[in-house]
T-cell receptor
Framework: DARVTQTPRHKVTEMGQEVTMRCQPI?????VFWYRQTMMQGLELLAY????????DSGMPKDRFSAEMPDATLATLKIQPSEPRDSAVYFC??????????????FGSGTQLSVL | KNQVEQSPQSLIILEGKNCTLQ??????????LRWYKQDTGRGPVSLTI?????NTKSNGRYTATLDADTKQSSLHITASQLSDSASYIC????????????FGAGTQVVVTP
């Protein structure tokens, strides 16, 4: 089964360290999303790409977060420097757009980040 | 203010019983409304997708309804199973912004034996 792959599954780091999360979207999907999920806020959009070009990153703290797609098979989300408030689960999702209105969005299993 | 509100926040039901989850939204216009199931430690998985013109959509024991006039949707789970224990998230996609999915906070369902 095709699926979105995220690495690492878990990351524990100290405040101030750089964190890099990786995502391999489903082959052929042209849209990639990064979301953050916390108990308090639910799922929040950080950034999304279409055909590797960033379309919206307004949900991302620009001073410390950056998202890139070096190629069609890899999306990265970096936090530098990390802070305890960044602790959350980060999800990557991929899909086809604009496509049909019933196009599914497929989520990875997430990266559980803990910043101490 | 969140444009997608879900209720209840959580519920506990006995195995074999039915339950209904609610979703009220203010997103307008919208192209489709989706229900996702999220198991603990996993990413959300799509259950149903309804366009604004559809009233109901089923996926096995899951049935979603949509009333675009009152801006309400519901997800009905029939004959619940232990594996139905999860968070159920309502998502509305604006017509003019496919990438800006509007997520509800989810309803946490616990099915007990």
């Amino acid at each position: 089964d095709a699926r979105v792959t995220q690495t690492p599954r878990h990351k524990v780091t100290e405040m101030g360290q750089e964190v890099t999360m990786r995502c391999q979207p489903i082959l052929g999907h042209n849209t990639v999303f990064w979301y953050r999920q916390t108990m308090m806020q639910g799922l929040e959009l950080l950034a999304y790409f279409r055909n590797r070009a960033p379309l919206d990153d307004s949900g991302m703290p620009k001073d410390r977060f950056s998202a890139e797609m070096p190629d069609a098979t890899l999306a990265t989300l970096k936090i530098q420097p990390s802070e305890p408030r960044d602790s959350a689960v980060y999800f990557c999702a991929s899909g086809l757009a604009p496509g049909q209105t019933n196009e599914k969005l497929f989520f990875g299993s997430g990266t559980q980040l803990s910043v101490l | 203010k969140n444009q997608v509100e879900q209720s209840p926040q959580s519920l506990i039901i006995l195995e074999g019983k039915n339950c209904t989850l609610q979703c009220n939204y203010t997103v307008s216009p919208f192209s489709n409304l989706r229900w996702y199931k999220q198991d603990t430690g996993r990413g959300p998985v799509s259950l149903t997708i309804m366009t604004f013109s559809e009233n109901t959509k089923s996926n096995g024991r899951y049935t979603a309804t949509l009333d675009a006039d009152t801006k309400q949707s519901s997800l009905h789970i029939t004959a619940s199973q232990l594996s139905d224990s999860a968070s159920y998230i309502c998502v509305v996609i604006p017509t003019d912004s496919w990438g800006k999915l509007q997520f509800g906070a989810g309803t946490q369902v616990v099915v007990t034996p």
